[in-house]
């Protein structure tokens, strides 16, 4: 059994220390774009990092984007924090995925198809909360923190997959009393996001719909938005899209919108 | 991906999106190998968790379906699906499902041969009279008791009876069975359907080698219904006056049903009643009147074009075709077939009393015709079970007849198909008598077996 205080001591490590980018992202947190830029640009691990996030294809731009201040400025106070949190998260991925199929470049695009697609929909049910929209940054965190843990067991979590089709997400909550989402409210919880955050990561697990309304909606969009881009072949074949259980009674009513949103046909 | 295995069925559970990048990512040929070795016999994706598909998505597994069907010769299909998603099944392959469709795991449970639970009440019911039948064989081969509702008002009030049935069957298929070319009617005419505007396209798209063959298997009266046709030009009358007069060559009948002349130069209609077409305004001036339907459709002449020999290939696969039907007749009968005689001549019928027929044909790869000839006892009692009840209306045991002959077709196209040889087949055609049946095998040569069914004796000939 893996202890939540050592579930703890790896999420303790997910705020890096790097001093340039907890003060952007404190000057983020205060609107300041141009401030943030500024000092963003002494951290050039963070620029290069920035760079490739805005330039890949999900974010659609035609010219490539080079400076700091113009990536802020297109991607807007939320989209900047939300980049800055997916920066930090990409210091903890590790150097060699072992459980899950995943290398650098294939989570970072996962990072950056998450966070767009997740600004289409925030904007589409316009939300403007710039906790919310970034609260999807979570769930690539969870997955890190998953992977490590997992690790730590991994004879284990092979045996009870090889004897029974238990999704993995189940073998995380038999292993340390914690799922995925738990894992993501726990690092919520550390980043100091509101309370509503943790609830919309609860909701979005598909099991744990939320009482209030407007964080249930939420939780439906993050769901589906998950499944969608799980059933991308990269994280079919990483091992992610059978990670967690699709709950489609749940995302039912918000589907035709989805699929419009995202122009599937 | 892994299947979960149980009772012989191993299911796979995709979930998300299908589509065609995503289809070889989520199941791939070596994943079902792998389930095949633990000794499934049924091979299932379920649905449960698609929230959406398309046709290339789906494609992607029916190509490992054929592969495995082909190699193992199991069941395969999809599963746990809901009637918008049946629907699109439908949609995307009209008349051209190769693999089975069930509506729950349950359901597929009844067809599975390590389904250890027998005896169940099932009531079914299908739109498709030759599902409904297929399904009803292949749940009584597996020891069940299928209750099969002749319509949608009879299912829907079945259904009301609490208890009664232990499971039910709707929106499903299953795959190995014959293909729907064209409509058949009671008195063995075939219906074709033409509508919009009629061109030299029609040459394309009429399936001329299914009517020929359906000529070779006896049929005489073809209908075109032409309600929904805007008009007519030259090409197309051509095509029609070529079509009357190779069809007049075996004393067959084209008729044409509902065609407005107000975009076609009437001069039309003449020139093709002068090539033997014949005009009715309501397809029920035909249907319903019982003596026209006889004059037209009844074959008053020997089709005396094609006398072909059989050859080596037919002759190789004379086993399959053999066993397709005795097959499905023990199995209806519940009877024990025999083999009395067998021999290559033309086909000899030495009592002629009490005996019904039917044969079908096929093409493709090889070609030929499968004739069936029944004692009335065989007949009824194989279609009992597809009636639901004993019955002595020989139009009913005739149409009911030529379901189960669809079945063997069906059949055989399926195991011709495991051995890569690709055929089509036609409608059943059914005869009254013995020498209805005569008259289109007459001068043919052909494999003749005869059979026992408990000192019955029934007749097979397989010819060209």
């Given at each position: 059994?893996?202890?939540?205080?050592?579930?703890?001591?790896?999420?303790?490590?997910?705020?890096?220390?790097?001093?340039?980018?907890?003060?952007?992202?404190?000057?983020?947190?205060?609107?300041?774009?141009?401030?943030?830029?500024?000092?963003?640009?002494?951290?050039?691990?963070?620029?290069?990092?920035?760079?490739?996030?805005?330039?890949?294809?999900?974010?659609?731009?035609?010219?490539?984007?080079?400076?700091?201040?113009?990536?802020?400025?297109?991607?807007?106070?939320?989209?900047?924090?939300?980049?800055?949190?997916?920066?930090?998260?990409?210091?903890?991925?590790?150097?060699?995925?072992?459980?899950?199929?995943?290398?650098?470049?294939?989570?970072?695009?996962?990072?950056?198809?998450?966070?767009?697609?997740?600004?289409?929909?925030?904007?589409?049910?316009?939300?403007?909360?710039?906790?919310?929209?970034?609260?999807?940054?979570?769930?690539?965190?969870?997955?890190?923190?998953?992977?490590?843990?997992?690790?730590?067991?991994?004879?284990?979590?092979?045996?009870?997959r090889s004897v029974d089709e238990i999704d993995l997400n189940t073998i995380?909550?038999?292993?340390?009393?914690?799922?995925?989402?738990?894992?993501?409210?726990?690092?919520?919880?550390?980043?100091?996001?509101?309370?509503?955050?943790?609830?919309?990561?609860?909701?979005?697990s598909g099991v744990?719909?939320?009482?209030?309304?407007?964080?249930?909606?939420?939780?439906?969009?993050?769901h589906l938005?998950l499944f969608y881009?799980l059933s991308k072949p990269?994280y079919i074949e990483?091992g992610l899209n059978d990670f967690i259980d699709f709950q489609i009674d749940y995302v039912s009513?918000?589907y035709?919108?989805?699929t419009?949103?995202?122009?599937i046909? | 991906m892994r299947a979960v295995i149980r009772d012989g069925i191993g299911v796979f559970h995709p979930q998300g999106f299908l589509d065609g990048s995503s289809g070889s990512s989520f199941l791939s040929i070596e994943d079902i190998d792998a389930t095949l070795k633990s000794n499934a016999s049924m091979i299932l994706v379920s649905l449960k968790k698609v929230i959406f598909f398309n046709r290339n998505g789906l494609d992607t597994f029916v190509k490992m379906f054929q592969k495995v069907r082909?190699?193992n010769?199991i069941i395969v299909g999809f599963c746990d699906y809901d009637k918008k998603k049946y629907d699109a099944f439908k949609k995307f392959y009209?008349?051209?499902l190769t693999f089975s469709l069930f509506k729950t795991q349950e359901i597929a449970s009844l067809f599975a041969d390590g389904f250890k639970e027998?005896?169940k009440?099932v009531?079914l019911?299908s739109?498709?009279?030759?599902q409904?039948?297929?399904l009803?064989?292949e749940l009584?081969?597996n020891?069940?008791?299928?209750?099969?509702?002749?319509?949608?008002?009879?299912?829907?009030?079945?259904?009301?009876?609490?208890?009664?049935?232990?499971v039910i069957i709707e929106n499903t298929y299953l795959g190995q069975?014959?293909?729907?070319?064209?409509?058949?009617?009671?008195?063995?005419?075939?219906?074709?359907?033409?509508?919009?505007?009629?061109?030299?396209?029609?040459?394309?798209?009429?399936?001329?080698?299914?009517?020929?063959?359906?000529?070779?298997?006896?049929?005489?009266?073809?209908?075109?219904?032409?309600?929904?046709?805007?008009?007519?030009?030259?090409?197309?009358?051509?095509?029609?006056?070529?079509?009357?007069?190779?069809?007049?060559?075996?004393?067959?009948?084209?008729?044409?049903?509902?065609?407005?002349?107000?975009?076609?130069?009437?001069?039309?209609?003449?020139?093709?009643?002068?090539?033997?077409?014949?005009?009715?305004?309501?397809?029920?001036?035909?249907?319903?009147?019982?003596?026209?339907?006889?004059?037209?459709?009844?074959?008053?002449?020997?089709?005396?074009?094609?006398?072909?020999?059989?050859?080596?290939?037919?002759?190789?696969?004379?086993?399959?075709?053999?066993?397709?039907?005795?097959?499905?007749?023990?199995?209806?009968?519940?009877?024990?077939?025999?083999?009395?005689?067998?021999?290559?001549?033309?086909?000899?019928?030495?009592?002629?009393?009490?005996?019904?027929?039917?044969?079908?044909?096929?093409?493709?790869?090889?070609?030929?015709?499968?004739?069936?000839?029944?004692?009335?006892?065989?007949?009824?009692?194989?279609?009992?079970?597809?009636?639901?009840?004993?019955?002595?209306?020989?139009?009913?045991?005739?149409?009911?007849?030529?379901?189960?002959?669809?079945?063997?077709?069906?059949?055989?196209?399926?195991?011709?198909?495991?051995?890569?040889?690709?055929?089509?087949?036609?409608?059943?055609?059914?005869?009254?008598?013995?020498?209805?049946?005569?008259?289109?095998?007459?001068?043919?040569?052909?494999?003749?077996?005869?059979?026992?069914?408990?000192?019955?004796?029934?007749?097979?000939?397989?010819?060209?």
């Amino acid at each position: 059994m893996i202890t939540i205080q050592q579930i703890d001591s790896f999420i303790e490590k997910i705020p890096p220390s790097p001093k340039i980018l907890q003060e952007t992202l404190s000057l983020l947190n205060q609107g300041e774009l141009i401030k943030a830029a500024k000092v963003a640009q002494n951290d050039s691990a963070l620029n290069a990092y920035l760079k490739e996030l805005v330039n890949k294809p999900v974010y659609g731009f035609k010219n490539e984007i080079n400076e700091i201040s113009q990536i802020f400025g297109i991607l807007g106070v939320s989209g900047s924090q939300q980049a800055a949190y997916n920066y930090m998260i990409s210091l903890l991925s590790p150097a060699k995925w072992k459980l899950f199929k995943l290398n650098k470049s294939s989570f970072y695009d996962l990072q950056a198809g998450l966070s767009a697609e997740w600004q289409k929909i925030t904007t589409y049910l316009k939300i403007k909360d710039k906790d919310v929209q970034s609260a999807v940054a979570l769930l690539p965190a969870s997955i890190i923190v998953s992977e490590a843990l997992f690790c730590e067991r991994l004879n284990d979590v092979k045996l009870l997959r090889s004897v029974d089709e238990i999704d993995l997400n189940t073998i995380l909550q038999r292993l340390c009393s914690m799922d995925l989402f738990d894992i993501s409210q726990r690092i919520a919880q550390k980043w100091e996001m509101p309370q509503k955050i943790a609830g919309i990561i609860q909701a979005s697990s598909g099991v744990k719909p939320s009482a209030d309304e407007t964080t249930d909606l939420l939780g439906k969009w993050m769901h589906l938005l998950l499944f969608y881009t799980l059933s991308k072949p990269a994280y079919i074949e990483a091992g992610l899209n059978d990670f967690i259980d699709f709950q489609i009674d749940y995302v039912s009513d918000i589907y035709e919108d989805f699929t419009k949103l995202m122009e599937i046909s | 991906m892994r299947a979960v295995i149980r009772d012989g069925i191993g299911v796979f559970h995709p979930q998300g999106f299908l589509d065609g990048s995503s289809g070889s990512s989520f199941l791939s040929i070596e994943d079902i190998d792998a389930t095949l070795k633990s000794n499934a016999s049924m091979i299932l994706v379920s649905l449960k968790k698609v929230i959406f598909f398309n046709r290339n998505g789906l494609d992607t597994f029916v190509k490992m379906f054929q592969k495995v069907r082909s190699e193992n010769h199991i069941i395969v299909g999809f599963c746990d699906y809901d009637k918008k998603k049946y629907d699109a099944f439908k949609k995307f392959y009209n008349n051209d499902l190769t693999f089975s469709l069930f509506k729950t795991q349950e359901i597929a449970s009844l067809f599975a041969d390590g389904f250890k639970e027998k005896n169940k009440n099932v009531l079914l019911y299908s739109e498709d009279k030759s599902q409904r039948a297929a399904l009803a064989i292949e749940l009584h081969d597996n020891g069940h008791n299928p209750i099969v509702a002749q319509t949608q008002e009879e299912f829907v009030q079945k259904t009301k009876v609490k208890g009664a049935y232990d499971v039910i069957i709707e929106n499903t298929y299953l795959g190995q069975t014959g293909q729907k070319v064209a409509t058949r009617v009671t008195g063995n005419a075939i219906i074709y359907t033409v509508s919009s505007f009629l061109d030299a396209e029609i040459g394309n798209t009429f399936n001329v080698a299914y009517h020929n063959n359906s000529l070779n298997v006896g049929f005489r009266l073809f209908i075109f219904d032409a309600y929904k046709v805007v008009s007519m030009n030259i090409h197309a009358l051509n095509f029609f006056s070529k079509l009357a007069s190779s069809s007049a060559e075996y004393n067959a009948t084209i008729c044409f049903v509902g065609m407005s002349f107000d975009k076609t130069p009437l001069a039309f209609k003449e020139t093709l009643e002068d090539a033997g077409i014949m005009f009715f305004a309501q397809m029920d001036d035909i249907l319903q009147n019982k003596k026209l339907l006889e004059e037209l459709g009844a074959s008053s002449m020997a089709a005396v074009k094609n006398k072909r020999a059989l050859n080596k290939v037919l002759v190789t696969e004379l086993p399959r075709f053999i066993d397709a039907a005795v097959t499905t007749i023990e199995m209806m009968t519940n009877s024990k077939a025999v083999k009395d005689a067998a021999k290559v001549d033309k086909i000899e019928i030495p009592d002629k009393d009490d005996k019904i027929a039917s044969s079908i044909g096929f093409y493709g790869d090889i070609d030929g015709m499968v004739m069936l000839v029944f004692p009335l006892g065989i007949a009824k009692k194989a279609c009992e079970l597809l009636i639901g009840e004993s019955t002595d209306d020989k139009e009913l045991i005739l149409d009911t007849l030529a379901e189960l002959v669809n079945i063997v077709g069906g059949k055989v196209k399926t195991l011709l198909a495991d051995e890569h040889i690709s055929v089509d087949i036609t409608l059943p055609r059914t005869y009254h008598n013995v020498d209805g049946l005569l008259e289109v095998a007459a001068g043919k040569k052909g494999v003749q077996v005869d059979l026992s069914f408990d000192n019955d004796k029934f007749l097979f000939f397989l010819t060209r």
